[in-house]
């Protein structure tokens, strides 16, 4: 796995279910922190409660999702998520979220490096991802580290709430 971080002492680990409380807790942290801009109070309590209940996290390490843990020094700083789709050779990156305290690193980049290649390793050839139109440092890291818009999507998540996203892909 390539490290182009400076940061030391980092250790990426499968979580279990165990470790759904501790990236539930930093996932409501990070929400917080960075999506005011982008969406509205509402629409995190929203997606936070949609996608980040035990029920819901435990359900998709059941389908077969991966959830990998960045852990900095004691800390844990962010979390990735990343499972098939439909299509045998695509998958899906779900979740890639670091606490902002870590942004701004090379950790991001390095995280998805990290994906890419167990994504690669488990056989497939490209990665897709959704991401909000308005996440500008997000589209930012995925562009750095070669990806590109492949369509625009307006998805009703329910509630009276869309996401508003563009669909990224690379090629692995
Ligand atoms: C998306 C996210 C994971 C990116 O994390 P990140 O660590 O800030 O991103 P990068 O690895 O691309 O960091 C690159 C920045 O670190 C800087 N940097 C510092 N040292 C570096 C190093 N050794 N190597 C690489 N970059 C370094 C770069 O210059 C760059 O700065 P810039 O953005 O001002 O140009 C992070 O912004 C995040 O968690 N956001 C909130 C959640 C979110 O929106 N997730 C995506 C949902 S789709």
């Known amino acids: ?33 960075h999506y005011p801009s982008i969406i509205t109070q ?32 004691e800390t844990l700083a962010g979390f990735a998520a990343y499972g098939p789709t439909g299509h045998e050779e695509v998958i899906k990156l779900h979740k890639l979220y670091l606490l902002q305290s870590f942004h701004g690193q090379g950790l991001g980049s390095m995280f998805l490096a990290h994906v890419e290649h167990e994504c690669i390793e488990q056989g497939f050839k490209s990665i897709v ?26 998805a009703d998540i329910g509630g009276g709430f869309f ?9 692995l």
Do not use: C, F
């Open 129 to 154: 991802l959704n991401v909000n139109k308005n996440n500008h440092s997000a589209i930012k890291t995925y562009r750095r580290n070669g990806y590109i818009n492949q369509e625009s999507v307006l």
């Open 42 to 73: 509402r629409q995190i309590v929203y997606m936070l409660a949609l996608d980040y209940s035990l029920e819901a996290m435990n359900k998709d390490l059941a389908a077969g999702i991966s959830m990998d843990m960045l852990i900095v020094g």
């Open 163 to 171: 996401m508003d996203d563009y669909v990224m892909a690379k090629d």
């Open 1 to 33: 796995m390539p490290i182009r971080t400076s940061v030391a002492n980092i250790k990426i680990l499968k979580a279990e279910p165990d470790d759904l409380p501790a990236i539930q807790e930093i996932a409501s942290i990070i929400w917080h922190e």
